[in-house]
Nanobody, 124 residues
């Protein structure tokens, strides 16, 4: 398994942008598909985006963020990013990075390693 540490969360106004980073430990990062999930107060953790292992050629997004968020990875830096644009108040949540060996997934149970989360708050 890999160890994951998220960063980049904070407070931003509606319509603004924020980029989250997730740094992974280990020498096999490229073999892991990576995902971003979020959890708002009183709600279940939900899928946001995922990027396939190796070259990151395949990405998937939740409908609620499609066209606004972009997931990317830099295998040389063992890091996955989530660029968030046109933020809305409903994007307010704790954002979690997750890793899954091999192919992608969109369910929380697909991912075996999780970070501690980073808070994103969007003020209206």
């Amino acid at each position: 398994q890999v160890q994951l540490v998220e960063s980049g969360g904070g407070l931003v106004q509606a319509g603004g942008s924020l980029t989250l980073s997730c740094a992974a430990s280990g020498r096999t990062f490229s073999q892991y598909s990576m995902g971003w999930f979020r959890q708002a107060p009183g709600k279940e953790r939900e899928f946001v985006a995922t990027i396939i292992a190796w070259n990151g050629a395949v990405t998937q997004y939740a409908d609620s963020v499609k066209g606004r968020f972009t997931i990317s990875r830099d295998n040389a830096k063992n890091t996955v990013y989530l660029q968030m644009n046109s933020l809305k108040s409903e994007d307010t949540a704790v954002y979690y990075c997750a890793a899954k060996f091999g192919g992608t997934g969109t369910r929380t149970r697909d991912f075996g390693s999780w970070g501690q989360g980073t808070q994103v708050t969007v003020s209206s």
